[in-house]
């Protein structure tokens, strides 16, 4: 239990279907995180969100759409996705730290998703 | 695009044996992680390295950080049953200036333990 929680830890959608994954953390950070987890690939960055604001948004295709209420809740919004979006969709959470060192990044367990 | 290469990719030994896997990259890193994520779970880190020629001890594991803080290795002794799980490097650029840290992921090194 790394104090990052995930919904659902399944889904499987069909390419016109509209669903949200969502992601809790429960222990104070400021900084979350969603990430795309494929088979042999690395991880990917999608959005980073501080404080509530959008950082960073990797060349995310629209299709995916973000939203953080508050410091504890982040959500990725999906729709129209395509068979190869399916994935394992990670939230994590870190606390803002020392600039010389990478902060610890708690992961959830993911939200495998897959399209068909 | 700073890129983490990681070697093995799969990696296959007995229990009680040693191995090393690798973390290799052409950029510097501020600082390197490793997690390791087990099946049906996210990753969990395991380590922190900021130091050029850094090495931390985690019981059985041996975690060193190379001089020009491009490098990383992961060295296991007397490898368990519960290691089995993919170990993921991560390289930080520090600190965005925007309160949060982006971290680059190697593929990961697949290692099962056999009794």
């Known amino acids: 239990e790394t104090g990052v929680t995930q919904t659902p830890r399944h889904l499987v959608m069909g390419m016109t279907n509209k669903k949200s994954l969502k992601c809790e953390q429960h222990?104070?950070?400021?900084?979350m995180y969603w990430y795309k987890q494929s088979a042999k690939k690395p991880l990917e960055l999608m959005f980073v969100?501080?404080?509530?604001?959008?950082?960073e948004n990797n060349s995310v295709p629209s299709r995916f759409s973000p939203e953080c209420p508050n410091s504890s809740h982040l959500f990725l919004h999906l729709h129209t996705l395509q068979p190869e979006d399916s994935a394992l969709y990670l939230c994590?959470?870190?606390?803002?730290?020392?600039?010389?060192?990478?902060?610890?990044?708690?992961f959830g367990p993911g939200t495998r998703l897959t399209v068909l | 695009t700073q890129l983490l290469e990681q070697s093995p990719q799969f990696l296959s030994i007995q229990e009680g044996e040693n191995l090393t896997v690798y973390c290799n990259s052409s950029s510097v890193f501020s600082s390197l992680q490793w997690y390791r994520q087990e099946p049906g779970e996210g990753p969990v880190l395991l380590v922190t390295v900021v130091t050029g020629g850094e090495v931390k001890k985690l019981k059985r594991l041996t975690f060193q950080f190379g001089d020009a803080r491009k490098d990383s290795s992961l060295h296991i002794t007397a490898a368990q049953p519960g290691d089995t799980g993919l170990y993921l490097c991560?390289?930080?650029?520090?600190?965005?200036?925007?309160?949060?840290?982006?971290?680059?992921f190697g593929k990961g090194t697949k290692l099962s333990v056999i009794p």
């Open positions: 222990l104070g950070h400021n900084a």
């Open positions: 991560a390289g930080s650029r520090g600190y965005s200036g925007a309160g949060s840290y982006q971290l680059t």
């Open positions: 969100y501080n404080f509530k604001e959008q950082t």
């Open positions: 994590a959470s870190s606390l803002p730290g020392l600039a010389l060192v990478g902060n610890e990044q708690f």
